[in-house]
């Protein structure tokens, strides 16, 4: 594909946006009383509200058509047959597979995938079970109180977020627990609040090259090793990775591997062996049922119209501000404590997806790119950073996610964390004019020049973004859609993009110099040459030891 710029949607987007600069929201509501049912679309009980955007029918045409323009359906059907999509690393892009019916063959080069993944799927299947019921034990027949997942980025906050979401659901299993960061700290934690005896620790690792997975990985075997000894260390290491050989030298069992496939790329790779610590702490028929409700996102993307098509619509509003408005970040405001990880889930997705400067054939892009994606959940984000949101001068889009009801109810919590949901989409779509000020200033009695030197600190300026997701409750099913329909968002945007979203090479160049930093800092290599700033810190931080 060409420059995204140089289609003639494009041009015509850039055209209707100035005919909506001066648009007020307001307005289009006041002019539209159908409005939220026409730009509203529910799958079950899982709704998107996209009513609160910059948009009318007409922007949601010619962003239709720019996405058909980009070849959005057309790679997404390469996607799911299984061809080389991710360019830069010549692979395949094949995470449906792994949630997909194992009766429909997926071809890679030929080959039904789909064996394969049942396979693995059966396997995580009879040892989470076992491991559940206490007949998978560590080396002294206790039963594992605690399951430490050892991994990072796609290998940690997929697992990570969802075993949080679905806390309500574990009941009867071990505590899930995760150890990302090279920081010590994180791994004494675990030293502190576990025994070495009903620990198993589970070693994910797409590659099993990862310096802070393999670091962690080799501290929790010591701890373990030297409380149960050497032999017994096995029972309670399994690896979830591609790369048999390394997990056979690092010295856990290869009938202890979980495997999975190089067309799995590491952020999206929950539904893989990755997900193991899910299913040891929600169940496996939990973790199926989050698969299904995948499943049911991948079907509604490969089926709807880009009209009516939840991802599609997600991914082409970002366009539609990364590209026409100017907006350079995207805030994901889950109202849903159990979501608290989900924005850092995203960052890795979005932005480690999208976070590219050169299209697929490796020429600079002169056009926007990913967003810088942030977010914490309602209503503690209210307390912190709405406040720019509302009144700062950049635009931020913002999606809001709830439910109707709660998994953890308690008195009123859940109707007031709803009520702060919908009020915050409305005074973020309505603002607050200075007549409504003033109105409000002179019913509280205030008048003259204090009034009027108080309106311009309160006035909203309103017709701020958002869109809000709202399904009935957070079940696994719900979840796994919600998740897929981030992951296939990030697709239509790359793909208007026209860059790679399934390589990362932008990682790789930290980890380079860390090597070489790092045997400086041991002494294991005489002093490199740096900059005189990176020469500067090194010194102090040996001579601070
Ligand atoms: O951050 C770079 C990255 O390669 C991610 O894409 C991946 O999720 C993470 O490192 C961990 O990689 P691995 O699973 O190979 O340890």
Redo the contacts with the bound molecule.
């Keep these: 594909m060409g420059a995204p710029t140089s289609l003639p949607a494009w041009a015509a987007l850039a055209r209707h946006r100035e005919t909506l600069a001066g648009v007020h929201m307001r307005d289009l509501f006041a002019g539209d009383g159908e409005r939220f049912r026409r730009l509203s679309l529910a799958r079950g009980d899982f709704l998107l509200d996209y009513s609160k955007n910059r948009i009318t029918a007409e922007t949601m045409r010619l962003l239709a058509n720019l996405a058909r323009e980009a070849g959005v359906q057309r790679r997404r059907d390469a996607m799911f047959a299984g061809e080389c999509i991710n360019v830069s690393e010549n692979r395949a892009v094949l995470h449906v597979a792994l949630r997909a019916p194992a009766d429909r063959p997926i071809r890679l080069d030929g080959t039904d995938v789909m064996g394969e993944v049942e396979s693995v799927r059966q396997r995580m299947r009879r040892f989470a079970d076992m491991v559940r019921a206490g007949k998978r034990t560590g080396a002294t027949g206790r039963k594992f109180a605690d399951v430490v997942n050892i991994?990072?980025?796609?290998?940690d906050l997929g697992p990570a977020m969802v075993c949080e979401a679905l806390a309500p659901f574990r009941a009867g299993g071990p505590n899930p627990r995760f150890v990302s960061n090279i920081d010590g700290a994180a791994l004494r934690d675990v030293f502190a609040a576990c025994r070495p005896e009903t620990s198993l620790f589970i070693v994910?690792?797409?590659?099993?090259?990862?310096l802070e997975?393999l670091t962690n990985a080799h501290s929790a075997r010591r701890w373990v090793a030297d409380a149960l000894g050497e032999e017994a260390a096995g029972k309670h290491f399994v690896a979830l990775s591609t790369n048999l050989d390394a997990v056979r030298a690092f010295g856990i069992d290869p009938d202890e591997m979980f495997p999975f496939w190089d067309w799995v790329?590491?952020?999206y790779s929950l539904w893989s062996a990755i997900g193991l610590s899910i299913a040891i702490a929600v169940g496996a028929d939990n973790f199926a049922a989050l698969l299904d409700g995948a499943r049911d996102m991948d079907d509604h993307f490969r089926e709807a119209p880009l009209e009516a098509n939840m991802p599609a619509i997600l991914g082409m509003l970002s366009v539609w501000y990364g590209n026409f408005w100017d907006a350079h970040t995207h805030a994901v405001l889950p109202y849903d404590q159990r979501l608290a990880r989900f924005a850092a889930f995203l960052q890795?997705m979005e932005m480690?997806s999208n976070g590219k400067s050169v299209t697929e054939g490796g020429a600079p892009v002169a056009w926007q790119t990913g967003p810088v994606l942030f977010g914490e959940p309602g209503t503690n984000g209210q307390h912190a950073f709405y406040q720019l949101i509302h009144q700062g001068t950049r635009l931020i889009p913002a999606d809001f996610i709830g439910a109707a009801r709660s998994q953890s109810p308690l008195g009123k919590h859940h109707q007031l964390l709803a009520a702060n949901l919908f009020a915050q989409t409305e005074a973020l779509m309505r603002g607050k004019t200075a007549a409504e000020v003033r109105a409000e200033l002179a019913a509280r009695g205030m008048s003259g020049a204090a009034l009027e030197a108080a309106v311009p600190h309160r006035v909203f300026s309103g017709s701020r973004p958002s869109n809000t997701i709202l399904y009935r409750a957070l079940d696994p099913f719900t979840l796994g859609r919600l998740i897929a329909l981030y992951e296939h968002k990030t697709f239509v945007e790359g793909t208007i993009w026209g860059i790679d979203s399934f390589d990362?090479w932008g990682?790789e160049l930290g980890k380079q110099l860390a090597g070489t930093i790092a045997a400086e800092l041991d002494g294991s290599k005489p002093p490199a040459a740096h900059d005189s700033s990176t020469r500067g810190l090194i010194d102090r931080f040996r001579e601070w030891r």
């Design positions: 991994g990072i980025g796609g290998s994910a690792s797409k590659t099993f090259t990862t997975t790329g590491g952020r890795q480690e990362q990682v």
